[in-house]
C-alpha cells in the first residue's frame, strides 16, 4: 500500500516537469522565431506543430476505457489473497486486481464492455 502513493507522487512529477519543459521549450523556439522571422512565422510555425501532433495522434491506438470495481471476498491470509488476485485476472474484461487480504475486499480495473459478471461474481461467492 505504501508504494501506490509513491508511484503516483513521482508520476505527478513527471507530468509537471512535462509541462514546465514544454512550456521553456515553446516560448523559447517562439521567441527565437518571433525574432529571426517575424509574428506571421510564431503562427506558422505552431500551426506546423500543431498539425505534425494531429498526425501523431491519429494513428495511436484508442485507449481502452476502463471502470473501478469493489468485490468484497471475505477475510483472506495474504498468499490466498495473492492467488486469488492472479486467478481474477483470467477473468474475461478484468483488467487489473488488487485484493486486500485485511479489507476482504478485492479492487479491480474492468472494460465493463468485456467483463464476465458470472465468472466475477464465482469468486465473490466462493470467498464470502
Given at each position: ?9 513521482g508520476?505527478m ?60 471476498v ?36 474492468v ?18
Amino acid at each position: 500500500p505504501m508504494a501506490v502513493p509513491l508511484l503516483v507522487g513521482g508520476a505527478m512529477g513527471v507530468y509537471s516537469s512535462s509541462q514546465f519543459l514544454g512550456i521553456f521549450i515553446g516560448g523559447t523556439l517562439g521567441g527565437w522565431s518571433m525574432g529571426h522571422f517575424g509574428l506571421p512565422a510564431v503562427f506558422f510555425l505552431a500551426g506546423c506543430i500543431g498539425l505534425l501532433w494531429f498526425l501523431i495522434a491519429a494513428g495511436m491506438p484508442q485507449p481502452s476505457y476502463l471502470s473501478s470495481k469493489l468485490l468484497r471476498v471475505g477475510q483472506l491470509q495474504n498468499e490466498a489473497a495473492d492467488r486469488l488476485a492472479e486467478q481474477l485476472l483470467s477473468v474475461h474484461g478484468v483488467a487489473d486486481a488488487v485484493v486486500v487480504a485485511d479489507e476482504g475486499v478485492a479492487y479491480l480495473k474492468v472494460d465493463s464492455k468485456e467483463l464476465d459478471e458470472p465468472a466475477l461474481h464465482k469468486y465473490a461467492a466462493a470467498q464470502s
